[in-house]
């Protein structure tokens, strides 16, 4: 009897708490690269970021990045020291995903110094928003690892592709991107401040 | 193994910790799925939704991608409305109207300014906005399910587009109208449900 039930209670171990690891069996590192992508909010604010950067040019491009690693690298930090994940920061990222999918729709050329700002402001709430969860610090740092290069890759390859649309179609078809995904963080944005 | 044993281990067993996932892929699969399927899955969103590609199409460039684009802004303005709990009345009638009217839009190859087709599609879209937004909150991930809805409005008008290219073509103008009298029709229908 006594075996029957210590055999029980070793089966009510609790497994690994996997707060972000949206996939199981990839281990943590690829995780942490999924990361950006699986979660809706980030990937949107990632992807009409990418755009809008992109469509005002290289330039605008470069501002971007320089300040979107240092803040995201900060986040990313301030996150795995547990100072990032109380604060729920969904509400921001669809605030700058509203803004930036307004400026992808109509096509307006913010000045140029503006985009260190956006790119800093992103990285920042991505990486406070990025909290591995209750991880040993070695998985812990693979996976805010794998989440800023998975970020950053993300952004660096949307940014480009959208600078290359040059063509009217093309164009049209980041402005309508940029709609879909404004009416997306939109209404979210609202379920989030109204509904409650 | 003895039978009160097996109520031990079995009784254990269902104290097991699952694993903690706050971004479930599963929700946010599902939900995505679910907005996609939504706006197919109501004829009188998909009136008109294919009539505002279209009108969009039959009117040219820039009408043919600005309604599209106009569309889930204003949408989403509506949504946010029924969120809020904003009444708008007669939501179901104003979805119905949309069908009919601008299905009557194309049967007739109306060429208002662009403004006033802009604005014709923007006040339609609080309707369908309006309708969304209230069902928004069951999702079991928001904005997967509102992406999911958005990028089907979206595909609904370019199949819109796609077929209104047509016109083109003397034959093909024929048939964008005859879809457009098809539209109508079934937004009388539509319109008598709601009434």
New interface residues.
Partial sequence: ?AR??G???L??????????????GIGEFYSGIL?PL????HA?ALVLLALVAGQNGLGAIRRCHLGFLPALALGLVLAGLGNGSEVKLEPAL?LASVLAGLLV?LQWRPPLPLFYAAGAGVGLLLGLDSAP?DLAPGPAAASLLGTGLGAFTCLLLLADLSERARRHWQR?AL??LG??G???????F??GW??A | MPMNRLFWVAGLSLLLASNVQAHSAADIGGGFVSGLLHPVLGWDHVAAMVAVGLWGAFLGNPAVWLLPVVFPLVMAFGGALGLAGVPVPSVEIGIALSALVLGIMIVLAARPPLWLAGVIVAIFAIFHGHAHGTELPEAASPLAYSLGFVIATGLLHLAGIGFGLLVRWPLGRIAVRAGGAVIALGGMVFLGNAI
């Fill in positions: 009897m029957g039930v055999a029980g209670a089966l009510c171990l609790p497994t690994i708490a996997l707060a972000h690891s949206p996939m199981q990361h699986l979660v809706p909010a949107l669809l729709v969860g049209v402005r309508v709609s879909w404004t009416a997306s963080a939109t209404l979210v609202a379920l109204l509904a």
